[in-house]
């Protein structure tokens, strides 16, 4: 079993920058693929980005790729993302999302998920 909680979300303006941070406790974080999605109002959950057990290789959406970064810290069972450059069409909540490998971008195929934090981008 593996146990998420989200930290870092709040209000930001436009081009402005955020950090997500998410906590796992449970066993063998080190074997847990890691992955973030989001949800805007009235929108289907969204893949954002995941990150494979030792860090080397990370997955994005189109349209965050090149502003958003996740990485992972193994000895601290830490999972973050951080977002540059942020823009009003980022506002969602953000979901911490762990399994025991790699599932895709639908979000219904991903086993333990974090209760969300929310991101708030003003114009």
């Known amino acids: 079993q593996v146990q998420l909680v989200e930290s870092g979300g709040g209000l930001v303006q436009a081009g402005g920058s955020l950090r997500l941070s998410c906590a796992a406790s449970g066993r063998s974080f080190s074997n847990t693929v890691m992955a973030w999605f989001r949800q805007a109002p009235g929108k289907e959950r969204e893949f954002v980005a995941s990150v494979s057990r030792n860090g080397g290789i990370r997955y994005y959406t189109d349209s965050v790729k090149g502003r958003f970064t996740i990485s992972r810290d193994n000895a601290k069972n830490m999972v973050y993302l951080q977002m540059n450059s942020l823009k009003p069409e980022d506002t969602a909540v953000y979901y911490c999302?762990?399994?025991?490998?790699?599932?895709?971008?639908?979000?219904?195929?991903?086993?333990?998920w974090g209760q969300g934090t929310q991101v708030t981008v003003s114009s």
């Open positions: 999302v762990a399994d025991a490998y790699y599932k895709g971008s639908d979000y219904r195929e991903w086993a333990y």
